[in-house]
């Protein structure tokens, strides 16, 4: 059963950073490329980042580019996103889904 975990959301001023965190179980963690995606209120889903199976090649939204850092650790089957200059318009609910499947995500609001 394919199980991820998002961790690492909060309450933070803009300007702020973040980690991200994102345990996966269930499947071959390091054999397939994984994005985050989020889900701002009241908005459809976004994609915000993706990375190769190996960790060596990423891809980024216009809107993060620069300011966001994907990565993973597939010995511990672990995905995190360093969030850096974080800006009113990231408060958005995120998630790492795998093949249709995404855990209950984790909430980043940046407000002052």
């Known amino acids: 059963e394919v199980q991820l975990v998002e961790s690492g959301g909060g309450l933070v001023q803009p300007g702020g950073s973040l980690v991200l965190s994102c345990a996966a179980s269930?499947?071959?963690?390091?054999?397939?490329?994984m994005n985050w995606v989020r889900q701002a209120p009241g908005k459809g889903l976004e994609w915000v980042s993706t990375?190769?199976?190996?960790?060596?090649?990423?891809d980024y939204a216009d809107s993060v580019k620069g300011r966001f850092t994907l990565s993973r650790d597939n010995a511990q089957n672990t995905l995190y996103l360093q969030m850096n200059s974080l800006k009113p318009e990231d408060t958005a609910v995120y998630y790492c889904?795998?093949?249709?499947?995404r855990g209950q995500g984790t909430q980043v609001t940046v407000s002052s």
């Open positions: 889904p795998h093949r249709g499947c």
């Open positions: 269930g499947f071959t963690f390091s054999s397939y490329v």
């Open positions: 990375i190769n199976p190996g960790g060596s090649t990423t």
